[in-house]
């Protein structure tokens, strides 16, 4: 009898905390891309402003942006949000187009008016990733009011980032929540489809999604069990 009870109070306790879990899961959480291919090493990180706010933005490059690799006309690299996740082998053309989820289209992106700009097209929006003659670029943030952390069309949740060369996709990453590693094994083969016109670019394997995926699944199960104890 005192086991039976001591057992209830332990899947009441279980499934309180369960049901705080599930609710802090829902509002809106860091989420960061980490970049490490093609010698290019950089970090971005969406944290969340309050009242569904936007976000702020802030840009790492710890290496790979040199003004000798720059071949675009300004000497930059654009960045953007893609929709989809990066390949396996690290290829950049699986992730899709821009985050658009109001359809503004490839139309040029005027940074006086970042609300009839694509959601994804941070470059255009807060201008582009400056080549530097080590690679390095300063972390700098800025605040983006357009991006968004639900909603299935225009959460960046589940998405990438990628950089580009004078449009050549030169290096992507997931975005993931913050804490949950997106760096995971290289590719075997050390294949990097960039599509890149830079043959002799150093290849560094990075990250890829299934961490994503496992954890989905597990909020997923514990939802199930926590739900049907509280059914009790
Ligand atoms: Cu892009």
């Known amino acids: 009898m005192l086991l039976k009870s001591s057992f209830i109070l332990t899947v009441i306790a279980a499934a309180s905390y369960s049901c705080q879990a599930q609710s802090e899961l829902k509002s809106p959480q860091i989420m960061t891309a980490d970049i490490n291919m093609n010698g290019i090493v950089a970090n971005f990180m969406f944290s969340p402003l309050p009242n569904n706010g936007g976000a ?5 490059v710890k290496s790979g942006l040199t003004k000798k690799f720059a071949v675009s006309p300004t000497g930059g690299f654009e960045y953007h949000i893609h929709v989809k996740p990066v390949g396996p082998g690290n290829d950049c053309m699986a992730t899709g187009g821009h985050l658009d989820p109001t359809n503004v289209g490839a139309a040029k992106c005027n940074p006086a008016k970042p609300e009839q700009c694509q959601e994804g097209d941070l470059s255009g929006k807060h201008g582009e990733l ?3 003659e080590t690679g390095v670029i300063t972390p700098f943030s800025y605040n983006d009011k357009y991006i ?3 909603g299935e069309a225009a959460t960046i949740a589940g998405r ?10 030169v290096a992507c990453g997931n975005i993931n929540p913050y804490g949950q590693s997106s ?3 290289s590719s075997p083969d050390g294949a990097s489809k960039t599509g890149s016109n830079d043959g002799d670019v150093k290849t560094q394997g990075s990250g890829a999604s299934g961490g994503q995926l496992v954890a989905t699944m597990a909020t997923v199960v514990a939802g199930t069990f926590f739900g049907a104890l509280m059914a009790l």
């Open 148 to 150: 968004h952390f639900s």
């Open 160 to 169: 990438s980032v990628v950089i580009h060369n004078n449009g050549t996709r």
């Open 130 to 132: 400056k080549a530097t």
């Open 183 to 185: 760096a995971s094994a």
């Open 56 to 60: 702020k933005v802030k840009v790492e």
